[in-house]
């Protein structure tokens, strides 16, 4: 009984992160794949270098497939992956490929590990456009960009095409 | 009582090593805006990093963290630069300008999360900074070095 008593006070008194009150938040809207949960902050789940959604206009609700998003790193490194259909992309790193690879549903396989900082440019029907500033560490692009942009946020990644 | 007195006197003739310049009480908030800001904009202040609120040195800057909601899209404001001067001012304690926080930390002299940002002292932006913390960002070096460095760290256009 002690230390089922002693188990519990625990658990109320370490209580939940903002991690992971936001991963709940994720995990709870169902299913799974590479188009799932197009906006959230991937790498609360996930073991990506670095994930994120492009969408058309910045109020859309549907992300916008067939963006290029490139990445350059501090040693020059650059790859690019293509958005799939809900907008989604992602990096894995993989020593099992020889170089970058831009894959199928969104992911860019390399081989190497991401050099931080890291610039950003992303390309879709004759537009493009590049990301302002560095990422420095956070692989989550909607850790900062969220669909409010706001004091802490530069609101969705989008890209107006003519 | 000896070995305090003896302390006492040693620690009272040693004083800051020689070479050491203490920081002014009172940094140029124009000359941070003109030279300094555009680095540490890009160097430091994203969102990710000295751009949050719960960070020592918080930096506010056009492309991270803004003062309120509203701000997003705007230039900076002088009352952000004006809280960014008083972060760099309250962040540190050192005597000597060249053991500030500012300084040691992206100079690869402290630990720091975003590890060395500058390679070494002779680096234009290390330079700059170190410059402006002096109170000499008049100095034909200190502007020479603020110069270059401001190629460097031009953001590109919204």
Known sequence: VRAALAAALLTACIGQTPDDRARDEVVSSGHHGPTHNPGSQCLLCHDFALAGTIYRRAADESGLAGATVTITDSTGHSFSAVSNSTGNFYVNVDSGVSGAITGREGEARVPWAIAWPVHVEVAAGGATKKMRNEIHQWGSCARCHTPDPGATSNGRIYLEMP | ?158
């Open chain 2, 1 to 158: 009582v000896r070995r305090l007195a003896a302390f006492a006197f040693l620690a009272a003739c040693t004083g800051p090593s020689p070479g050491s310049t203490p920081i002014p009480r009172t940094l140029d908030v124009a000359a941070y805006a003109r030279d300094v800001h555009p680095i540490l904009e890009a160097r430091c202040a994203t969102l990710d990093c000295h751009g949050s609120f719960e960070r020592p040195l918080r930096l506010y800057a056009e492309t991270g963290l803004r003062r309120s909601d509203e701000l997003r899209g705007d230039p900076i404001t002088q009352a952000e630069l004006d809280d960014n001067v008083a972060a760099a001012t309250a962040v540190d304690a050192a005597d000597a300008i060249d053991d500030s926080l500012i300084l040691a930390k992206p100079g690869g002299r402290m630990k720091h999360t975003g590890l060395a940002v500058w390679a070494s002292t002779a680096d234009p932006e290390y330079a700059c900074v170190r410059g402006w913390l002096a109170g000499s960002s008049g100095d034909p070096d200190v502007a020479a070095a603020c110069a270059t460095a401001a190629t460097r760290v031009q953001l590109p256009p919204p």
